[in-house]
């Protein structure tokens, strides 16, 4: 029997990733496009030109399945609210309504860290387990938690909006999780100290950690120990039997891992401890669309 096949469309600040996915997982065909500027509008023009191309090409597909960033009403395909200094007039529009009514065919929406924590709970680091918390670390950090299959999304939508966590910095100072523990924080923190003018990433301070550079390895130490206190405080709460590292950090699991490890050590009492397992992410590029296809519910059985 001929597997079903979906559109995948994934929705983020700088791209929107697009494809066809079989219930297996397997990507017949992705691409991506830039973010239009203009927002919410250009958004939605992109995403149901490219969904009704892939709708003529594969005219058996079954739904669209999207992921976004934003707080978004899964139920209602409504997107509650945007970043507007990011994706401007995104807030308030019924995403799913209108791609159903130009595409032909049902349509799904989900908030993009929820789909990369069912993405992982359905074929990645986190398969098998009963519960994962999933934190994605990038420009800011985000959170999602998954029991049994079911995400805890909260009475607005907004649960495990972890990065706005709060936190106190060295000084004592009132500050964020994410503000005071995101790769963009390191990057920051680190040109800063290097006194360089000149953009680096977060892949350019591991290589010269690496490289036994005092500064960049000092840097992500701070980083570590932050994250993990914030991991503890949140396994105080959900009590998730993994906790899964994603975004682009997640790829330098042999820097990050010995330290969360022994940050977690510190931060959590045994009893919990012992029972909560660390993984890291292995869908990256196309987990936001997997992902969506998992928050839907359109996958077989089988498939999962």
Request: hydrophobic residues 40%.
């Amino acid at each position: 029997m001929e597997e079903s096949k979906f559109i995948c469309i994934d929705i983020g600040g700088t791209a929107i990733k697009h494809g066809v996915m079989s219930e297996s997982l397997e990507f017949l065909e992705s691409g991506s496009a830039a973010t239009p500027k203009s927002g919410g509008p250009g958004i939605l023009e992109t995403v149901i030109r490219q969904a009704r191309i892939y709708r003529e090409a594969y005219p058996d597909a079954k739904a669209v399945c999207m992921s976004s960033t934003g707080i978004i009403d899964s139920d209602q395909g409504l997107m509650l609210e945007s970043n507007e200094s990011l994706v401007p007039h995104y807030t308030g529009m019924r995403i799913t309504e209108q791609v159903r009514n130009a595409v032909g065919l049902p349509c799904f929406i989900e908030n993009d860290v929820n789909c990369a924590a069912m993405a992982e709970c359905v074929a990645g680091a986190a398969r098998g387990y009963e519960s994962a918390l999933m934190l994605t670390i990038g420009t800011g950090i985000g959170g999602a938690f998954v029991e049994k299959g079911k995400l805890l999304k909260g009475y607005t939508y907004s649960a495990c909006e972890v990065g706005y966590l709060h936190m106190r910095d060295e000084t004592g100072q009132e500050s964020t999780f994410e503000e005071l523990a995101a790769t963009s924080v390191l990057v920051a923190r680190t040109a800063r100290r290097l006194d360089r003018t000149e953009e680096i990433s977060g892949k350019w301070i591991f290589d010269q950690a690496q490289a036994g550079n005092s500064v960049c390895r000092e840097e992500i130490d701070r980083m570590c120990a932050v994250l993990a206190e914030g991991i503890a405080n949140l396994c105080y709460v959900v009590n998730p039997q993994i906790v899964v590292i994603g975004g682009g950090i997640s790829v330098r699991e042999d820097w990050l891992r010995p330290r969360l490890e022994a940050g977690l050590d510190r931060f959590l009492i045994p009893a919990v401890r012992q029972k909560t397992e660390l993984g890291f992410a292995r869908f990256r590029n196309h987990a936001g669309m997997i992902g969506a296809c998992c928050a839907a519910g359109v996958l077989k059985d089988s498939a999962l």
